[in-house]
């Protein structure tokens, strides 16, 4: 399996300007989760989805930010319009869970890198 | 409101000595605690893990204790090595109806010196 895959990697853009990231989570996964990671909050939860259907977005920064997962084999979390205190790396992760009981580990793509000038 | 928290932002250790990282929660109704490692430029990947039922789990040079009434656990590298400097996570795994979600603490970055 080729894991979790980003796209693009990195993102370089001006302010105001509207940012797509890109995800493919594992075959087989039901649950997708979008991450943001900065130096003083670590790795936040922005939005989860299970079995394609938006689960929890409390983590959404503003209405600036959304997310879809039109089918079970990709998700895009678009920023529109950006700024620059939206510079961060910004992770896609799946899992699959079936019953409680599991530990609910994730695994997570590469990132993209997104710098907003 | 952080449920889970490393309030240690970095941690420098000599080569072949024991790494100690530390984590704190507020939720009892966590049902596992995972650790994470994230190297530069690339995703946290899984390390160990622990069941909030169990006190310790060993996996070779690994190891995660958890103090259930104290809500700290913390993971020991022992003997640690060069290619274990990176980012570590604590994660606290909660059930809901649609299935697992982790609560990530900051992360500590861990240099270990040769």
């Known amino acids: 399996d080729a894991g979790v895959i980003q796209s693009p990697r990195h993102e370089v853009t001006e302010m105001g300007q509207e940012v797509t990231l890109r995800c493919k989570p594992i075959s087989g996964h039901n649950s997708l989760f979008w991450y943001r990671q900065t130096m003083m909050r670590g790795l936040e939860l922005l939005i989860y989805f299970n079995n394609n259907v938006p689960i929890d977005d409390s983590g959404m920064p503003e209405d600036r930010f959304s997310a879809k997962m039109p089918n079970a084999s990709f998700s895009t979390l678009k920023i529109q319009p950006s700024e620059p205190r939206d510079s961060a790396v910004y992770f896609c992760?799946?899992?699959?869970?079936?019953?409680?009981?599991?530990?609910?580990?994730?695994?997570f793509g590469p990132g993209t890198r997104l710098t907003v000038t | 409101d952080q449920q889970v928290k490393q309030n240690s932002p970095s941690l420098s250790v000599q080569e072949g000595r024991i790494s100690i990282l530390n984590c704190d929660y507020t939720n009892s109704m966590f049902d596992y605690f995972l650790w994470y490692k994230k190297y530069p430029a690339e995703g946290p990947t899984f390390l160990i893990s622990?069941?909030?039922?169990?006190d310790k789990n060993e996996d070779g040079r690994f190891t995660v204790f958890l103090n259930k009434s104290a809500k700290h656990l913390s993971l020991h590298i022992v003997p640690s090595q060069p290619g274990d400097s990176a980012v570590y996570f604590c994660?606290?795994?909660?059930?809901?109806?649609?299935?697992?979600?982790?609560?990530f603490g900051a992360g500590t970055i861990l240099r270990v010196k040769s």
């Open positions: 622990i069941s909030s039922i169990k």
């Open positions: 994660a606290a795994s909660g059930w809901t109806e649609y299935g697992n979600k982790l609560v």
């Open positions: 992760a799946s899992s699959f869970t079936l019953l409680r009981g599991g530990r609910g580990e994730q695994y």
